[in-house]
């Protein structure tokens, strides 16, 4: 089989066979050139000659009958050509057969991805998996419009992530109908389900192997990328295990290498410093005086860096010097939206990315072990825990940002590389419109409200608790003159420092200007409240809710098992499945059941505390 099968079809005869379909007109199969170019390599063509006979005993001049000896051998020509036009469709049916048997092979062998040597040898894969900790369906909705207004874009426009949407997932934990990221978080790494702020601890109070730990053991080099403290819930999972998730000068020590198991991540880039610093040390935040960044160098290797012109030396990720810890706040890397005016302290989460997969992809250029990356975008639940829909939006720009990112990466890497995205879960219980109370119905919401705000309704917040602190509380003059000449110059102050420039609203009512007057330390609500007003743009809770969140995928082999809608430790178990370290994870679950004293009774009842089970949930009385 050729490119022109008739070409192989010679003519029998006088009468060519050309009228006879050729058996590549029956394939009917999508394939690959190179999965055609395989198949025909093997297949040989078979190339039917014709030979001139000449009388003898078996073919004489004349028949028995008397017939003359061109019309005996018309006779016997008719006879051969029908055997050998019998003969070449068998043999066409059977090399069909055969190309088909053969092409099925192929695909399902490259589907599965097993090589050709009887599967002893797993091929050398990455894995990159990303977490948007509180980004729910609206979420994405919220974002696209936005991003079609300001950018001017028509409205089939869509996000990156829109167009690697790949299913949904359930989010409970063990003890609650709505999850927490500790518990979200546990589901991812080691699969299966637990108490809501259980740090990879089973409910049981004995730990669970992660797939990360397993898949450090087993030769993959790993990193892990956030914009939070590096010690919070979600990168906590995948390195640590602790009753609680509050526990995080404790994640710190594993997190380095401290722990039973040693050391399980090569690469660390987000917040969280203070945790790693002494408590009476400037920008510390431990109970004790340990100094973990010096722990961290001295004992286990770590080159560390707390700056923007130290993660700027990197290069990129080409001069990453592993084990290496970037941590560049003492708590969160601020979030997006005011990130921007201070770009030159702080990095982006899509900056940490791009160098973390530098980095690992270069330390393992050698290795017959890829990479196993965790990426999060923390500081889109804080935008939903405060209500704050213009931060939200830039979160979420900036974590599709960084899918982009690595898609990128994986259409130039020489490496098979899969990413999986998904949220632990969603918070706010965001909707992108409202409807006031005594107000007729308005179906729509406003974009352009949350295209003017230039700050978060955090940096904003704190800016008046400091302006705030600096001045004579107008409450405290004796003089009701004085009292209320130094609120209206407080009034006048947070119009014109806060709500005109920082929100973008310059209709604020005497009611919000005097509220945020008085209530200085409330003024994160008040502020989102404003913002999301003008926007229409509405929240039911400023904790999680129960929704179901998306899954994304590039896609690659195994993935089509977190296709629909699943639950949360399904993910968890697909990367475990995909980096083929399942039996390793139960491996280093004996080891840390083996090696962890069990937590002591009043531990236990600590944890307990938040362990009230499901079925009140059923049987509460309204």
Request: charged letters at 25%; proline letters at 4%; one cysteine or more.
């Amino acid at each position: 089989l050729a490119r022109d099968c008739d070409a192989f079809i010679p003519s029998i005869g006088s009468r060519p066979i050309h009228s006879t379909p050729s058996p590549c007109s029956h394939l009917a199969l999508r394939l690959q050139p190179g999965d055609f170019t395989a198949v025909s390599s093997r297949v040989k063509p078979i190339k039917l000659i014709r030979l001139d006979r000449m009388p003898s005993e078996r073919h004489p001049l004349l028949s028995n009958r008397g017939e003359s000896a061109e019309a005996a051998q018309a006779k016997a020509a008719l006879r051969s050509s029908r055997i050998r036009e019998i003969a070449f469709f068998a043999w066409g049916l059977l090399a069909t057969a055969a190309f088909i048997v053969a092409a099925v092979w192929i695909q399902h062998d490259a589907q599965t991805g097993h090589n050709d040597d009887n599967n002893t040898v797993a091929p050398k894969r990455n894995l990159v998996f990303m977490v948007s900790d509180g980004m729910g369906p609206a979420s994405l909705s919220l974002t696209r419009s936005y991003r079609q207004y300001i950018n001017n874009l028509p409205e089939n426009d869509t996000l990156v992530l829109d167009q690697h949407f790949w299913g949904t997932s359930r989010t409970r934990s063990s003890n609650s109908l709505v999850t927490d990221s500790a518990a979200g978080a546990t589901a991812f790494a080691c699969g299966l389900k637990s108490y809501n702020g259980a740090i990879s601890v089973l409910p049981d109070f004995e730990p669970c192997g992660s797939v990360m730990e397993a898949a450090k053991r087993v030769g993959y080099t790993t990193g892990l990328v956030v914009t939070t403290d590096i010690t919070d819930a979600t990168p906590a999972t995948f390195v640590s295990h602790v009753l609680r998730r509050e526990m995080e000068d404790s994640i710190a020590l594993q997190e380095i290498g401290e722990g039973v198991l040693g050391r399980s991540v090569d690469l660390m880039l987000g917040g969280g410093r203070c945790h790693f610093l002494p408590n009476s040390s400037r920008g510390g935040c431990r109970e004790d005086e340990l100094d973990v960044t010096r722990l961290a160098q001295e004992k286990h290797g770590w080159t560390y860096t707390d700056n923007r012109q130290g993660f700027d030396a990197l290069d990129g990720g080409d001069k990453v010097k592993l084990p290496f810890l970037g941590l560049f706040a003492e708590r969160d890397v601020p979030f997006e939206i005011d990130r921007q005016k201070q770009h030159d302290v702080y990095p982006s989460l899509s900056e940490m990315a791009t160098t973390a997969l530098r980095a690992l992809d270069k330390a393992t250029k050698d290795s017959d072990k890829g990479f196993f990356l965790m990426i999060e975008g923390s500081r889109i639940d804080h935008a939903g825990h405060f209500n704050d829909p213009a931060a939200q939006v830039r979160e979420v720009l900036e974590y599709d940002k960084t899918f982009k990112a690595v898609l990128d990466f994986i259409a130039d890497s020489k490496t098979e590389t899969v990413l999986v995205a998904t949220s632990d879960h969603e918070t706010g219980g965001l909707a992108t419109a409202i409807q006031e109370p005594g107000h007729l119905p308005v179906y729509n919401w406003y974009p352009r409200a949350l295209a003017r705000a230039t700050s978060s309704a955090e940096f904003l917040a704190a800016k008046l608790r400091s302006h705030a602190a600096s001045v004579t509380p107008a409450s405290k003059d004796k003089k009701k003159e004085k009292r209320e000449k130094a609120k209206a110059d407080l009034k006048k102050w947070i119009n014109k420092e806060l709500v005109v420039p920082g929100l973008g609203i310059s209709n604020a009512s005497d009611d919000e200007l005097e509220s945020l007057a008085d209530n200085a330390e409330a003024s994160l609500e008040i502020l989102s409240a404003m913002i999301s007003l003008r926007a229409h743009v509405g929240w039911s809770t400023h904790g999680h809710t129960a929704v179901d969140v998306n899954i994304y995928s590039s896609g690659g082999p195994g993935t089509e098992k977190i296709r629909g809608n699943v639950e949360n430790t399904d993910v968890g178990k697909f990367l475990r499945r995909y980096l083929d370290v399942e039996g390793d994870v139960e491996e280093i679950t004996k080891e840390l059941r083996a090696k962890t004293e069990k937590p002591g009774e009043a531990a236990q009842s600590m944890a307990v505390e938040q362990m009230s089970g499901v079925e009140h949930y059923h049987a509460q009385e309204i």
